[in-house]
């Protein structure tokens, strides 16, 4: 394997690492990546600046924008706070644990496939 490679999977773990350790916000993560894979030379400084004229690029853009909008006016407390009281109930009810899971993971497949869409 070519240098290029080596470097690029080590970018790879080095993002992965970053965005879990969520010690950095991902945008400003993925906009540190997109630029060292610039400086290094695995991409063009032409091909960095086509990836924010990407539809995909500008819709995430959007997510994290409303979601923090969204986030910062309180409009979740509600939800948080119903969602709490049934999540002290979980144990006894499995029906409901399940539920939640499938809520959980749903909602936000949904916001994102209508907003790809």
Known sequence: MS???WITLGIVAGAIALFASEKVRIDIGALILLVLLALLGIVTPAEARAAFS??????????????LGIERSGALEPIRGSLQI??????????????LRAVDVADPAILAARMTA
């Open 3 to 5: 240098a290029q490679v």
């Open 54 to 67: 990407k539809e995909a690029t500008v819709t995430v853009a959007a997510i994290f924008a409303l979601s």
């Open 86 to 99: 049934h999540r002290l109930h979980e144990d006894r009810h499995s029906a409901d644990r399940a539920i």
